[in-house]
């Protein structure tokens, strides 16, 4: 559903790098986005501050307007600095407007583990063997989202919260870009 929309692709978990500078050129960042797995970032954890402090470098600064975060994440924060509320306040005063997307459950459900030809290989285990759970965080994705004028979603297999997103998406203020595509 995205035409004319620049995009930007943003891994993370106990660090975070830019994939992809913000494009027009969606087959490259869909490229770009296949290759993203659980070995792209390699140092453990879940730094959604970082996450969103590099996420938000992708904007130009100057700009006030213009600016869309989708975050797709449990939302539980395993790194604590820098606190993800207080960059997401940070964001909103450059215009950023974040939409979380939730992806988990409340109880936790295991963290996988994959081999090198991304078969399951096991789940991931603390050092006295018992299963470490990835929990869904929803009350910081509500409070990020809030902060930013943007709204939360819980992650679908439908996918509907990404079209709701889109549909609040079209109806902001756009301007014309010009690409030598």
Known sequence: RLQGDRIALVPFAGDAFIQCPLTLDYSA????????????????GTALGRALETATRCFVQE????????????GEDTAGQP????????????????????????DGVPIPVYDENRQLAGY??????????????????RKIASE??????????ERLELDRIYDDISQLETKEIHSAI
Not at 39 to 44: A, F
Not at 64 to 74: C, N, Q, W
Not at 83 to 90: G, M, N, Y
Request: cysteine-free.
């Open 124 to 141: 991931k285990q603390t050092k006295d063997g018992e299963k470490v759970l990835s929990r869904l965080d929803e009350d910081t994705l």
């Open 29 to 44: 960042a869909l490229l770009l986005l296949n290759e993203i797995d659980t070995y792209t970032v390699s140092l453990p």
């Open 83 to 106: 606190e993800p509320v207080e960059v997401a306040k940070a964001a909103a005063k450059d215009g950023v407007i974040i939409y979380t997307i939730g992806v988990g459950t409340q």
């Open 63 to 74: 700009e006030r307007k213009y600016k869309v975060l989708i975050f797709i994440t449990d």
């Open 148 to 157: 930013t004028r943007g709204q939360y979603f819980r992650a679908t297999n």
